[in-house]
T-cell receptor, first 113, second 112 residues
Framework: DSGVTQTPKHLITATGQRVTLRCSPR?????VYWYQQSLDQGLQFLIH???????AKGNILERFSAQQFPDLHSELNLSSLELGDSALYFC????????????FGQGTRLTVV | GQSLEQPSEVTAVEGAIVQINCTYQ??????LSWYQQHDGGAPTFLSY????GLEETGRFSSFLSRSDSYGYLLLQELQMKDSASYFC?????????????FGQGTELSVKP
């Protein structure tokens, strides 16, 4: 157990809908990263938050947004969902923004039908 | 921009040694990390190299050459449970920020 909690584990929703994925980092970790992993693909970096502030963005679609709250949990919001958004979404946390050792949650498997 | 190149798949037999290479390109370099991911599971951290040379952790070793923008993960005494995907990763950024970028992953299949 990495100490990072993601909910829900599975999500099935229809095209055009909006969903929110939640991530609770390890106790004391200030950094949260979000990744998308499509079938048999690598981990695509979406966004990085450090202590409540956005620090870096990857190729995140405009339909996607995220935030990190004062208690350091983070949410990833996906809207106007398309079939191609079906993927595993991982969050990872790290103690500091410069750490290369990140701890991953078990992921949320999103299926858009 | 940042990019990492690693082979898409490698096959080896139990008990053998396998090397997974990674070449990277980043605007700033803060070290090379390796992660393991079993089928659809959470990636787990294996090792990190900030300086040139070899780091050994049990059966796994990782090497870095900053001048060549190159590193590798060496797995010895392969076991069936080592069948997984292996990702190299680099950090690009500064000031408590930045991206942690992963390669596309190398799928290792260990055969009996």
């Amino acid at each position: 157990d990495s100490g990072v909690t993601q909910t829900p584990k599975h999500l099935i929703t229809a095209t055009g809908q909006r969903v929110t994925l939640r991530c609770s980092p390890r106790s004391g970790d200030l950094s949260v990263y979000w990744y998308q992993q499509s079938l048999d693909q690598g981990l695509q970096f979406l966004i990085h938050y450090y202590n409540g502030e956005e620090r870096a963005k990857g190729n995140i679609l405009e339909r996607f947004s995220a935030q990190q709250f004062p208690d350091l949990h983070s949410e990833l919001n996906l809207s106007s969902l398309e079939l191609g958004d079906s993927a595993l979404y991982f969050c990872a946390s790290a103690r500091r923004g410069t750490d290369t050792e990140a701890f991953f949650g078990q992921g949320t498997r999103l299926t858009v039908v | 921009g940042q990019s990492l190149e690693q082979p898409s798949e490698v096959t080896a037999v139990e008990g053998a040694i396998v090397q997974i290479n990674c070449t990277y390109q980043t605007s700033g370099f803060y070290g090379l990390s390796w992660y393991q991911q079993h089928d659809g599971g959470a990636p787990t951290f294996l090792s990190y190299n900030a300086l040139d040379g070899l780091e050994e952790t049990g059966r796994f070793s990782s090497f870095l050459s900053r001048s060549d923008s190159y590193g590798y993960l060496l797995l010895q005494e392969l076991q069936m449970k080592d069948s997984a995907s292996y990702f190299c990763a680099v950090r690009d950024g500064r000031n408590q920020g930045g991206k942690l970028i992963f390669g596309q992953g190398t799928e290792l299949s260990v055969k009996p």
